[in-house]
Nanobody, 124 residues
């Protein structure tokens, strides 16, 4: 059974930073692409960032490009999302997800497994 567990969320002031982690167990993490998504109240889940299995390719939404950095450590079966310059509009539940392919996708339905999410709240 594949399990993803996010951690690192919390309350931070605007301009601050947080680092989210996603620990994956139960499958060959190093062979699959990983994505981070977020969902704010009354909004659809949206793509934030993605990373290929080898970490050679990364993708970001326009809203976070230049502020967020996605990475992974395949030896630890863990993906990360470093978030700098946080804004109140970044407030959401953040989810990590993995898919059974090497290529990153940007839509939620293309991912196979999901974590339970971690709340990020940015105060103004």
């Amino acid at each position: 059974q594949v399990q993803l567990v996010e951690s690192g969320g919390g309350l931070v002031q605007a301009g601050g930073s947080l680092r989210l982690s996603c620990a994956v167990s139960g499958h060959a993490f190093s062979r699959y692409a990983t994505g981070w998504f977020r969902q704010a109240p009354r909004k659809e889940r949206e793509f934030v960032a993605g990373i290929s299995w080898s970490a050679t390719l990364t993708y970001y939404s326009d809203s976070v490009k230049g502020r967020f950095t996605i990475s992974r450590d395949n030896t630890k079966n863990t993906a990360y999302l470093q978030m700098n310059g946080l804004k109140p509009e970044d407030t959401a539940v953040y989810y990590c997800a993995v898919r059974h392919t090497f290529v990153v996708a940007t839509t939620p339905r293309e991912y196979d497994y999901w974590g339970q999410g971690t709340q990020v709240t940015v105060s103004s």
